[in-house]
């Protein structure tokens, strides 16, 4: 079955950076687009970034120029790098797909930006 692990979250000063991972099993990763979710206390889950099974990206304007998501295809892994934090950046981070018309969806990983 489709399974997603993220990894890489934690605390981190303003201005800091992090890269988070997504490894991916139980379908053919190639072939599918990637994104990253986040969902901040209060508020509803938001779009932070995609990339297609050919590589192209798409981000949120909030996160153009900061945040880069990249993927590996040979480790079934999707990052998101996210460099000059907020404190607004602070979330929970979900790595997610679609197949079939079925979101799949891991089980998050925190990021805390806080001095």
């Known amino acids: 079955q489709v399974q997603l692990v993220e990894s890489g979250g934690g605390l981190v000063q303003p201005g800091g950076s992090l890269r988070l991972s997504c490894a991916a099993s139980g379908f053919t990763f190639s072939s599918y687009g990637m994104n990253w979710y986040r969902q901040a206390p209060g508020k509803e889950r938001e779009l932070v970034a995609s990339?297609?099974?050919?590589?192209?990206?798409t981000y949120a304007d909030s996160m153009k120029g900061r945040f880069t998501i990249s993927r590996d295809n040979g480790k079934n892994t999707v990052y998101l790098q996210m460099n000059t934090l907020k404190r607004e950046d602070t979330a929970v981070y979900y790595c997610?797909?679609?197949?079939?018309?079925?979101?799949?969806w891991g089980q998050g990983t925190q990021v805390t930006v806080s001095s």
């Open positions: 990339i297609s099974s050919s590589g192209r990206t």
């Open positions: 997610n797909t679609a197949r079939y018309s079925i979101n799949y």
